[in-house]
């Protein structure tokens, strides 16, 4: 699984990144618009919803949950100082998929007993994208929260984030998580549709060889 988080630079809107991660296969999307109201959010989200049910790809929004109601998204990711995920999940209902963001092994077990659906799990490393960082998990902090998830037989999807290179992808699956999240690297690329494309190929090989 790869997810693409959307992001904006110099170069390209939020639009413009959806777009081309769509372009090179991607089939999980978050629109993540920190420090802006529903207001200011929505006709970005309606358009990434509309480019993304055309792909057939996952559509999630990080944060709104009103907004993911509204618009009937695919679901919601929340960080730690965002919406608690079991009021999300009063709010949503069985119906929408809600992610939530986890450091720390205690993060996972309290996501996991609120009802989240997956875990979006980081930073695997410093990364500029994102304020307030929590503590850099690296190879071996993934390899000891998947292996405590086992022992407590805690069964959600895994997803690292943060600071991930092409490079990075063998060694991070290698962990045992389900996924890998990433932003910037598709973005710096001189193509990005062409690197989302070489990017799910190495995600699509471990899967297969795993």
Request: proline fraction near 3%.
């Amino acid at each position: 699984m790869l997810q693409f988080i959307s992001h904006y630079t110099d170069r390209y809107s939020y639009l413009d990144s959806i777009r081309m991660a769509l372009d090179g296969g991607c089939q999980w999307v978050q629109l993540r618009m920190k420090g802006v109201t529903d207001t200011e959010m929505r006709p970005v989200a309606r358009e990434a919803q509309r480019m993304c049910r055309e792909a057939g790809a996952t559509f999630i929004i990080d944060d709104h949950v009103a907004l993911v109601k509204e618009l009937r998204a695919d679901g919601v990711h929340l960080g730690k100082k965002d919406m608690p995920i079991a009021e999300a999940r009063a709010m949503l209902g069985a119906d929408f998929i809600i992610g939530g963001t986890a450091n720390t092994f205690e993060d996972v077990v309290a996501h996991h007993k609120a009802g989240a659906d997956y875990i979006g799990c980081g930073p695997f490393r410093f990364t500029t994208t994102k304020q307030g960082l929590a503590p850099v998990l690296g190879i071996e902090g993934y390899k000891s929260i998947v292996a405590r998830m086992k022992e407590a037989h805690i069964n959600l999807p895994v997803v690292a984030i943060g600071g991930i290179t092409a490079e990075d992808i063998p060694g991070i699956m290698r962990t045992g998580v389900t996924g890998i999240a990433l932003s910037g690297t598709v973005l710096r690329a001189e193509n990005p549709a062409k690197e989302m494309q070489r990017l799910l190929g190495l995600v699509r090989l471990h899967e297969s060889r795993s």
